[in-house]
């Protein structure tokens, strides 16, 4: 069983940075990479960032491209999203997610509790 715990989380100033981390465990080599996705009230949850464990290759959604990077660490199995320049509209509940490097949330077969991100104006 994977089990994948968010940090880092807070409240910040626009303009501000934070960097998430997801750490997993139970990973099996099953699985192909790891996704961030978030979700702001009243709406669905949208992916921001994808990496493949082999590779390290990033794909990041042209929504936050430029602002958040994604890396992975696998001797760690800690994935993290740093986010720079930071908006309001960038408030959400970001979730990690174990098992593809795909944007449809229906095909991750792991996802974290959620951290809440809150950027202030």
């Known amino acids: 069983q994977v089990q994948l715990v968010e940090s880092g989380g807070g409240l910040v100033q626009a303009g501000g940075s934070l960097r998430l981390s997801c750490a997993a465990s139970g990973r099996t080599f099953s699985s192909s990479g790891m996704g961030w996705f978030r979700q702001a009230p009243g709406k669905e949850r949208e992916v921001v960032a994808a990496i493949s464990w082999s590779s390290g290759r990033p794909f990041v959604s042209d929504a936050v491209k430029g602002r958040l990077t994604i890396a992975r660490d696998n001797g760690k199995n800690t994935v993290t999203l740093q986010m720079n320049s930071l908006k309001p509209e960038d408030t959400a509940v970001y979730y990690c997610?174990?098992?593809?490097?795909?944007?449809?949330?229906?095909?991750?077969?792991?996802w974290g509790q959620g951290t809440q991100v809150t950027v202030s104006s």
């Open positions: 997610a174990d098992g593809c490097t795909c944007w449809a949330a229906g095909n991750y077969n792991y």
